[in-house]
């Protein structure tokens, strides 16, 4: 592996920030970095330095339209000190979720994609693809396939769980490994249809593992509520470390909830990473803004 470079924070939003202006000048559209033929609906982005050169890179996640519309892809885009020499990092299959981070602690990122897209397996998926550790960027295949019927991951793939429409990467038992926070906005629980559930797989060195993977939803004793038809409970995920102690708590929003008014969820970090036990929730009125049928949570900045 070559000496790379070192990307600081600012750095990189810098050249987004960057990159984005030019786009805008130029008048770029996510069509234009389609990475199949037809038309293409942009869903996401994600950045990450995965060739280990002085640059962020992108990783632009849609669906496609038109005759075969809905099934995911996601193409990077190799950074550059200008938007016309950006390079081809590749074209994955997968998404539209989408998210980085370096689980394998080479210093280089890798990327996460949520297959739930059309022709996307029994209930969703996610795979992992390494940085290769030079320029050359992200392995051309995953060195990790997981789904619900994976060894060791709580529950069963069922049709509609979407498994992986929405990740979020954070550590959340301060082991230095960033963990994966899944949602799966279309799991059933019980017999109540659509109302949601996350899980958390724990990074190691190899990616993840299903040593301590764990899944959250209304049922349990310690998440307040109740599940209900339809919540879609995970339909936004984030880890975040709000208090700065080095472990990532979760938000985890159900834009459902109540008939649609919505509400979001903050679980707790530990040593042995998230736990249902000092679960608290909020929705708009708490915070003086409008509440009926406002979906709230169903966006999350990061």
């Not at 008048?27 to 990450?48: I, K, M, Q, T, Y």
């Not at 994966?180 to 958390?200: C, F, H, Q, T, Y």
């Amino acid at each position: 592996m070559g000496t790379s470079t070192a990307v600081s924070p600012s750095e990189m939003s810098s050249c987004i920030s960057r990159s984005f202006a030019k786009m805008s000048q130029r008048s770029l559209r996510a069509r234009d970095f389609a990475p199949v033929d037809g038309g293409f609906e942009f869903r996401g982005l994600s950045h990450g330095n995965y060739n280990e050169d002085s640059w962020a890179d992108l990783a632009v996640s849609g669906v496609t339209t038109g005759d075969r519309s809905g099934i995911g892809s996601v193409h990077v885009l190799h950074g550059a000190s200008d938007i016309d020499e950006l390079g081809d990092g590749g074209t994955f299959p997968g998404g539209p979720a989408i998210v980085s981070g370096d689980w394998d602690g080479t210093g280089q990122d890798d990327l996460v994609i949520g297959d739930t897209g059309a022709g996307s397996p029994r209930g969703g998926g996610i795979s992992l693809y390494a940085g290769r550790g030079d320029l050359s960027g992200l392995e051309p295949e995953p060195v990790q396939y997981w789904t619900q019927d994976s060894s060791g991951i709580p529950g069963v793939a069922e049709a509609g769980d979407q498994w992986g429409a929405e990740l979020s990467a954070g550590d959340t038992d301060g082991d230095g490994h960033p963990d994966l926070a899944i949602g799966a906005p279309g799991e059933d629980i019980g017999n109540v249809s659509d109302a949601g559930a996350v899980w958390v797989l724990r990074g190691d060195r190899t990616g993840f593992t299903n040593v301590g993977a764990k899944s959250f939803d209304q049922q349990l004793a310690d998440i307040p509520g109740t599940a209900e038809t339809s919540d879609r409970w995970g339909g936004q995920v984030r880890l975040i470390d709000a208090n700065k102690d080095g472990r990532f708590g979760l938000l985890a929003t159900a834009p459902g909830e109540n008939t649609n008014d919505g509400f979001i969820w903050v679980i707790p970090a530990s040593p042995s990473g998230l736990i249902a036990r000092g679960t608290w929730n909020y929705g708009g009125s708490q915070l003086g803004a409008p509440s009926a049928n406002a979906q709230f949570g169903a966006a999350i900045d990061e």
